[in-house]
């Protein structure tokens, strides 16, 4: 299976702040990385899909970014409802892996 | 709307059977795979597998084989994930997700269903 590694596992923010989550796979994948949030209690949601595409609906501070093994979700100014866990995961093999997540939480 | 809707929360004892189902809505349901995604308390996502409801080919996560079955109803445009012999560690959400696959090779889970929490204790 391929490996993703998201850091840091946690951090603290402030709204407005501007934030970056990495994840780095563990063989080349290309461009084949989306990206979810999780707010507590709720189902995943999709926010980036074929690493830099906006889905439909979700606001524009969210961001992707990378190609290959190294990939980044930017929040440019968080908002209060952003505060949530973020999960990568990669579509480059049919055996779908995520990452551990990245909570982010209210400093 | 396009959503999945889950079947409610299962309470069960080792070694029971159990079936849950997820249907879907607002879209053609044979037109999409439907994925599995078993979340354990505090911990990320883990794909089980995928059901194409088209023709009911079915992609299992090795770990998964043979412990669980996907299964799809196109009448009632619903899928399903069954066990013969719950355990214990099978104490988690199952969510069902949505594969889309329309931009050639790439593919994500747009969709969501809210999550079937099933608690396994005797």
């Known amino acids: 299976d391929i490996q993703m590694t998201q850091s840091p596992s946690s951090l603290s923010a402030s709204v407005r702040d501007r934030i970056t989550i990495t994840c780095r796979s563990s063989?080349?994948?290309?461009?084949?990385v989306n990206w979810y949030q999780q707010r507590p209690g709720n189902a995943p949601r999709l926010l980036i899909h074929t690493a830099n595409i906006l889905q439909s609906g979700v606001p524009s501070r969210f961001s992707g970014d990378g190609f290959d093994r190294d990939f980044t979700l930017t929040i440019s100014s968080l908002q209060p409802e952003d505060f949530a866990t973020y999960f990568c995961?990669?579509?480059?093999?049919?055996?779908?892996?995520f990452g551990q997540g990245t909570k982010v939480e209210i400093k | 709307d396009v959503q999945l809707v889950q079947s409610g929360a299962e309470m069960k004892k080792p070694g029971e059977s159990l079936k849950i189902s997820c249907k879907g809505f607002?879209?053609?349901?044979?037109?999409?795979?439907i994925a599995w995604v078993r979340q354990k308390p505090g911990k990320s996502l883990e794909w089980m597998g995928t059901i194409s409801p088209g023709d009911s080919n079915i992609k299992y996560r090795p770990s998964f084989e043979g412990q669980v079955t996907l299964s799809v109803d196109k009448s009632i445009n619903s899928a399903h994930l069954q066990w013969s012999s719950l355990k214990a560690s099978d104490t988690a959400v199952y969510y069902c997700a949505r594969l889309d696959e329309s931009d050639g090779s790439y593919n994500w889970f747009d969709i969501w269903g809210q999550g079937t929490l099933v608690t396994v204790s005797s």
């Open positions: 995961q990669q579509s480059y093999s049919y055996h779908y892996t």
């Open positions: 607002g879209y053609r349901f044979t037109r999409f795979s």
């Open positions: 063989q080349s994948i290309g461009s084949y």
